[in-house]
């Protein structure tokens, strides 16, 4: 029983003919519990067009073969030209689409041991500040991530 829900399930998730082709082969065929879910002879029967469902479609047929011999729908048609391949848009395409693909992923990337303020040195020193030939009040700031340094200095009071 677990092996027909597991085949069942293989035929259902994986469309390829081949493989279902090998399904019935190595399981339906020779389960018999799987062979009694099968429908007969005569529902497959009534599935397939008979013989008697060809009259009821002569009208039909003898209504399209006055049309072709009239030859009016022919030439009520122009015919359409053929699209031209374009190999370079379809080049041009996948070439922005790696790009993209490439910008998207490497957005944040960074070597490791690099962070972004790398090339800032370890060491700041101000020594000494004077604003109007007088000592002032100097203050340091670094935003993280940024290589800039502001400074700020001031008279002191």
């Known amino acids: ?18 493989w279902r082709a090998f399904l019935i082969r190595t399981h ?16 497959v029967r009534s599935l397939l067009v008979q013989a008697a469902d060809f009259h009821k479609m002569q ?11 009239s030859g009016d729908s022919l030439a009520a048609e122009k015919p ?3 699209p031209v391949s374009r190999p370079w848009a379809w080049a041009a395409a996948g ?7 490439g910008y998207w992923i490497l957005r944040d990337f960074r070597p490791a041991g690099v962070g972004p303020g790398a090339a800032v040195p370890a ?6 500040v004077r ?15 940024s290589d800039m340094t502001i400074v700020w200095a001031g008279k002191a009071n």
């Open 1 to 18: 029983m677990t092996s027909c829900r597991v085949a069942d399930l293989f035929y259902r998730l994986v469309p390829v003919k081949p």
């Open 28 to 43: 339906f065929e020779r389960c018999p519990r799987c062979q009694k879910e099968l429908i007969s002879a005569a529902e």
């Open 131 to 145: 604003v109007g030939g007088q000592p002032a009040e100097a203050y340091v700031y670094q935003p993280r991530g």
């Open 123 to 128: 060491r700041f020193e101000l020594e000494y």
């Open 80 to 82: 359409r030209p053929m």
């Open 95 to 101: 070439i922005v689409l790696a790009v993209l693909a």
């Open 59 to 69: 009208p039909l047929w003898e209504a399209v073969s006055r049309s072709l011999a």
